[in-house]
């Protein structure tokens, strides 16, 4: 089977979301919120975290407006593949799995795509909160009733970000353990047509 490039603008975002989340949960371990009296190296980093965090919210935004933008192109039935086609999709790929095959990647449904599309919910939903934080929480004093909602909110889905996050990287391993080409692919920055030529000259090769 050959798998689907993605564009240049989908791997773009994609690493820009590594980038951001991996800083964001890293930071989170060793910062130091306002109200604990911290060190300065730990407040620093907690105000590298809220920026870093406005990043990753403007990032999951222009993630989402592409994929919109793109539904023709299976964008959203990628992340979502709730249809019918795609409902089988993911059975398969599950049958896969427990045949302890590794299914094939890239750019289509089933339980890549549903993989992929429950990783940007969490990660959406972790970047949203951390923005209403930024809104709400006070810089002195104690946080009213809605400032704790968000933050325990955002605590809960960073669980999830977390979860995700090792869950997404053992899964890539895996994938280049198997034999697959799918991490290459995701990080090989050239345009369409230079990856047709590319294919081109390595099958008459």
């Known amino acids: 089977m050959v798998m689907k490039e993605w564009s240049l603008t989908t791997k773009f975002l994609h690493v820009g979301l590594l980038t951001t989340v991996t800083l964001q949960l890293i930071t989170s371990l060793v910062m130091d919120e306002p109200d604990d009296?911290?060190?300065l190296i730990g407040m620093a980093l907690f105000e590298a975290h809220e920026l870093i965090g406005?990043?990753?919210l403007g990032i999951v935004l222009l993630h989402w407006l592409w994929s919109l933008v793109n539904y023709t192109n299976g964008d959203l039935k990628h992340l979502f593949p709730w249809g019918a086609v795609g409902r089988q999709q993911?059975?398969?790929d599950i049958k896969a799995?427990?045949?302890?095959?590794m299914p094939q990647g890239g750019k289509r449904g089933g339980l890549p795509g549903l993989i992929h599309g429950l990783g940007l919910l969490a990660v959406s939903g972790a970047a949203l909160t951390g923005g209403m934080l930024f809104l709400l929480y006070p810089e002195f004093g104690e946080p009213g009733a809605l400032a704790e909602g968000f933050e325990e909110l955002h605590e809960g889905l960073a669980t999830l970000v977390w979860?995700?996050?090792v869950a997404h990287g053992s899964i890539a391993v895996?994938?280049?353990l198997s034999g697959h080409d799918t991490v290459k692919k995701m990080f090989t920055f050239t345009s369409e047509k230079d990856q047709q030529i590319e294919n081109v000259e390595k099958n008459h090769s």
């Open 174 to 176: 895996l994938h280049h």
């Open 163 to 165: 979860t995700y996050w």
């Open 97 to 101: 799995l427990l045949r302890f095959e």
């Open 37 to 39: 009296d911290g060190s």
């Open 54 to 56: 406005l990043t990753a």
């Open 90 to 92: 993911i059975a398969s």
